[in-house]
């Protein structure tokens, strides 16, 4: 757990990862099965305003609006929500991880007064206002909480209210024709189905070439060499609402002093790699928020990381 306290100050180093941790990246650099080919320059140094100048000129959100093939063909324009999310706009938002340290936190009244909040996946409220909060805006899932039985995607209530997010890993190359043809789970059936099913509830896919140019703009600015794998949702979650919102507070990104092995906080299920990463850039994406952080290191050991939207940012 020592280095999860490191990430108060960013020192950590892979090295210091358990060897289980340390293998399953090795693992992932060399298997690469998305075909990543990284030409950019690796290892930046760029801090404070310079950073954040550096994020904004490079992340553009982008979603699947039906003007590209195969898309445009299938008549996916006039499927897709007539707004598109980047003309969402809000004052201050609250990205809400879902790390087992949430649990006990009582940062449920807090998350909830900030205008838009954003949650992952299968992340539940009912049982836990108290520490995650009653309000969802908008909600990122991945591509298997559409595609498989379990999740009851159709007919849960957790899918319900806000605009919903859904991704999957495309090649790096992005050819969407190949990636519609074999996703990594079948988001395109359900999602034209609940399309035609709910008009009225804003649903977008992320394209590809959004997930991996957060994952470029993340290895421009690591030493290391991170792993050839999408950026967890929590990550595109917080570099979304830095483009839509004026504020960010991100709870329970850089792990507080509630720190556990618990993966998520509505689940008996421990595992460390969940807050450290194995298939996603995790710890990577970590240090490169933690050196964004505008609060003070208390912080962050309470769970909270405040970030500037990109709208008040000069360049
Ligand atoms: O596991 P899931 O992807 O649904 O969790 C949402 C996000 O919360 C992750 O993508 C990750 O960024 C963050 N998370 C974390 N530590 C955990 C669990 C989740 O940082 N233990």
Known sequence: ????????????????????LQKVLKVQLSSNRHQVVYRGPRGGRRSGVQLYCELKRRTRIQTVDGTEEPFSSLGWARLVPPLPLQESQYQSCAVVMSA?????????????????????????????????????????INSQIVARPK?????SSLYRDGTLLVWDPAPYSSDLTQWFEKPDFDLFSPYVQQRRLRPEQP??????????????????????QIQP????SG?????????????????EFIPSVRRTDLCHYYERYHDDACTLGAYHPLLYEKLLIQRIHQGHQDQLRRGKVTLRGFRTVQC
């Not at 990550?235 to 709870?251: D, K, N």
């Open 1 to 20: 757990l020592e280095i999860l306290q490191r990430l108060w100050t960013g020192n950590v180093t892979v090295g210091m990862l358990s060897p289980r």
């Open 235 to 251: 990550f595109t979650g917080i570099l979304l609402m830095m483009s839509l919102c004026r504020e960010v507070s991100v709870y």
């Open 203 to 224: 649903f977008y896919i992320l394209h590809p070439e959004f997930i991996w140019s957060l994952w470029d703009l993340i290895q421009d600015n690591t030493e290391d």
């Open 100 to 140: 087992g340290a949430v649990l006990n936190s009582s940062l449920g009244w807090e998350i909830d007064s900030h205008d838009a909040v954003l949650r992952f996946n299968a992340a539940p409220i009912k049982g836990f206002e108290r520490d995650v909060g009653t309000k969802t805006t908008i909600r990122i």
């Open 151 to 155: 999740h009851q995607f159709n007919s």
């Open 229 to 232: 794998n999408p950026p967890s």
